[in-house]
């Protein structure tokens, strides 16, 4: 629950050089683990106050992507340019899978920690943040809840506590990595309600998805990945039969594609 990263300077904050209808701008960016590239010559666009998600076939490098724009993972080449008017940061919603659910807290410490960025570590939460982490528990229905310890409850409760941890941060810009993998369908119903709100209120959303068959009814962008970009853009535009087959047929290397051309 508490991790502390390093975080690379290639990312940049500012308002010039951008269309003001784009968040973020990625370009030409490239990636590796050891040697061998993993994504390569990324470049895209994430329009502003939109829900975007990021799907493409298990390998394809949406994580590294996410890893890459968080500031966990260095790119070989390229930069990222968020159009950060207002100077707040982001907040993100790791995997379910990848917190260790022992560590002894309550649900209402977990969202409280969403305020330690404005805080800092060694200041105690005002009452007003208290109840910043109230109203975000009631949101996401589970204020009855704040007293229990994290481990006892549901996956699709676990990753709610989390949302609202997320929605604590008060940021502009929200990043989930697979928010919907395990979950009831009670939790997946009120993940998507709240993520179609924060549109409305002019959030900025990116997400990491697995179902095809909810593409149309969740998001209003997709980005279609695999190692590189097929195809971004609205889903009634982009998400078409034939980009679906190109995304997620089978890959070749780098080092394969470079020896073929």
Avoid: C
Avoid at 36 to 51: C, F, G, S
């Amino acid at each position: 629950i508490f991790t502390e990263v390093k975080k690379y300077n290639y990312r940049e904050k500012r308002r010039e050089n951008i269309n003001m209808n784009v968040k973020m701008k990625i370009e030409n960016i490239s990636v590796a683990y050891d040697v061998e590239p993993v994504i390569w010559d990324i470049n895209l666009e994430i329009e502003k106050e939109k829900l975007t998600s990021i799907v493409g076939p298990n390998g394809a490098g949406k994580s590294t992507l996410f890893k890459t724009i968080l500031g966990l993972k260095k790119p070989l080449t390229g930069k990222i340019t968020i159009n950060n008017v207002d100077g707040n940061d982001f907040s993100y919603v790791p995997q379910s899978s990848s917190i260790d659910w022992d560590f002894p807290a309550t649900v209402l410490d977990v969202v409280i920690m969403g305020r330690y960025r404005k805080l800092g570590w060694l200041k105690r939460p005002t009452k007003e943040d208290k109840e910043i982490a109230k109203k975000a528990l009631e949101k996401v229905d589970l204020l009855e809840f704040m007293n229990r310890q994290i481990n006892d409850l549901s996956g699709g409760q676990k990753q709610r506590v989390f949302l609202a941890r997320s929605l604590a941060q008060q940021t502009n810009l929200y990043l989930l990595d697979e928010p919907f993998q395990g979950v009831d369908a009670h939790s997946e119903r009120t993940i998507v309600k709240i993520l179609k709100d924060l549109a409305k209120e002019g959030k900025t959303i990116i997400v990491v998805h697995h179902d095809l068959q909810t593409i149309s009814e969740y998001f209003d962008n997709v980005v279609l990945i695999n190692q590189n970009i097929i195809a971004s853009g609205k889903v009634e535009e982009v998400f078409t039969e034939e980009n679906i087959k190109k995304t997620y047929k089978q890959r070749q290397s780098y080092f394969k594609q470079k020896e073929l051309r």
